[in-house]
């Protein structure tokens, strides 16, 4: 969400996320540092899970640790909000390539940087592991309930530039989940309800009204990347191409605005006021395109 705000505004969330649990002890920070050990703390806390290194973003492929964190990603979700079986799409069982797709990986990390200081720094300050397991079909993916933790399995043939936005997708969504820890963004009683689903900016099929907000945001962001720093490929692997992605997210958009507005003229609430503002900004946004 660096485009859509500041590097400066996403550190902030943070630091505001974790005040709610360290109300004192975040006035004491006073540097990167210090961000990221903490970060790291209210993440075991409030999470139960360990970071891998107590500063330092680590990739890893090794079988048992991957195992052990795909259990606590595949935790996710609850309800109906497990509308595509995510809590089961990790395969858990050692692969030929995974060393392959760890390189991949650390490799797009590295080119990342070179691409955006911005992404770089502030991937490598929310995301503290990512993991390498196989999938039937999925490419990886990120958890509400594993903040800083990225499940990647990207295909061999990946040109690397597909990797690379990879990252930056994975990254809009833990940006977007630390955004609701601190603000909230909807209405979980009404969002559960199926005929309250909206169409995907993604997967371009009625999923949650949270998943398709996200797929709204990360696919906005994606487009900002491409726009201010990449430039717009021709022929993409893990994103469509740039015109059909803003044609996707306009209809999202109509599609989402059409379930608020029923819900509203019942009385019932779908976003709170902080994710009406998110949707607003990309609503703005997507008009230059």
């Not at 052990?68 to 809590?87: P, W």
Request: net charge negative; with cysteine.
């Amino acid at each position: 969400m660096i485009l859509q705000t500041s590097i400066s505004e996403q550190i902030q969330n943070i630091v505001l996320m974790m005040a709610r649990k360290y109300a004192g002890d975040t006035k004491n920070l006073s540097s990167i540092s210090d961000l990221k050990t903490m970060y790291r703390r209210y993440l075991k806390e409030t999470q139960g899970r360990e970071a891998s290194d107590s500063e330092n973003l680590v990739i890893t492929d090794n079988f048992e640790k991957s195992s052990a964190m795909a259990k606590e990603f595949n935790g996710e979700v609850q309800s109906t909000l497990d509308d595509m079986g995510q809590a089961s799409i990790i395969i858990i069982e050692e692969s030929i390539d995974s060393g392959l797709k760890r390189k991949k990986v650390e490799n797009a990390l590295e080119e990342l940087g070179l691409f955006s200081s911005d992404h770089y720094s502030l991937l490598q300050m929310i995301i503290t592991d990512i993991f390498i397991l196989p999938s039937h079909g999925t490419r990886g993916g990120s958890s509400t309930d594993g903040i800083g933790l990225i499940w990647a399995n990207p295909k061999e043939t990946y040109p690397l530039f597909d990797v690379v936005e990879f990252l930056v997708h994975e990254l809009t969504h833990h940006c977007m989940f630390i955004d609701e820890q601190r603000y909230g963004h909807y209405d979980y009683d009404t969002i559960l309800k199926k005929e309250n689903w909206a169409e995907s900016a993604i997967l371009k099929k009625p999923r949650p009204v949270d998943k398709v907000l996200h797929s709204i945001v990360v696919s906005l962001e994606i487009i900002l990347f491409r726009d201010s720093v990449t430039g717009h490929p021709v022929k993409p692997k893990v994103h469509p191409p740039t015109q059909m992605l803003i044609n996707q997210i306009k209809t999202a958009i109509k599609s989402l605005q059409h379930t608020i507005a029923i819900n509203e003229n019942k009385g019932q609430i779908v976003l709170q006021e902080r994710a009406k503002n998110i949707l607003t900004n990309v609503e703005n946004s997507i008009v230059n395109f």
